[in-house]
């Protein structure tokens, strides 16, 4: 396994080089986003520790562009900042997990881990319900053929829903399992991304899917009125 730590702090970086070279992984260090710029696109990386006071904002280019050339790897935000909108942009740029400064060391390799299990697991290529079509592996979406352009964050509140099809699904749950947040951090953004899915994939068409289920949640299909 390979791990790139892209921390301003040199002593922190030092300390889970160490600490994730115990672990088994190969670690490189990184404190320019320059440097970042340079490795290949091909860079084999599993797992990338990204400082926000290293890239910029949770939800900058940097971050954007390091998930745009490097799909397959992970990205665990390492942020000295606490705020829900601070997560929100970081997880919406394409961010698999999110981690406060402090943190404990032993949590920051535990959520290494989980990553890495939720990236191997296998998994269907495409996930199809009625005449809505997703790949997996491309992220491509269409509805009835057409082809439907959806943000990182909407594609995996997509595919989330698409796990349980024709059965709800709570906002809890997917606060926690979309935005990586804990259940009393709910606000309106799980309502504002369904409605969001809701103009792309349901557009034009005279068969809604994505439904509301009063006082529970959301769904795709079944036979609840939207």
Wanted: glycine share 6%; with cysteine.
């Amino acid at each position: 396994m390979r791990l790139l730590v892209a921390e301003a702090d040199p002593t922190l970086a030092e300390f889970l080089q160490s600490r994730f070279q115990q672990e088994g992984f190969s670690v490189e260090l990184t404190s320019d986003t320059k440097q970042v710029s340079k490795f290949p696109e091909d860079a084999s990386f599993d797992v990338v520790l990204l400082d926000t006071s290293f890239a910029g904002p949770a939800g900058s280019d940097a971050l954007r562009n390091m998930v745009r050339r490097w799909p397959d790897t992970s990205v665990i935000l390492l942020s000295a900042e606490s705020s829900v909108e601070e997560r929100v942009r970081g997880l919406n740029a394409g961010a698999d997990d999110f981690l406060v400064k402090p943190f404990a060391v032993a949590e920051l390799v535990a959520r290494v881990h989980a990553v890495l299990r939720r990236r191997s697991r296998p998994a269907q290529d495409v996930l199809m319900y009625e005449d809505l079509e997703v790949n997996r592996v491309s992220h491509e979406v269409r509805r009835a053929g057409r082809a439907i352009e959806l943000s990182p964050k909407e594609y995996a509140l997509l595919e989330y829903l698409l796990r349980s099809p024709g059965h709800p699904v709570s906002r809890n749950n997917i606060i926690e399992e979309v935005w990586k947040m804990q259940r009393d951090c709910i606000t309106n953004v799980v309502d504002v991304y369904v409605n969001y899915l809701r103009r792309k994939i349901d557009a034009g068409s005279d068969r809604p899917l994505i439904r509301t289920i009063r006082g529970v949640g959301y769904q795709i299909g079944g036979n609840h009125h939207p």
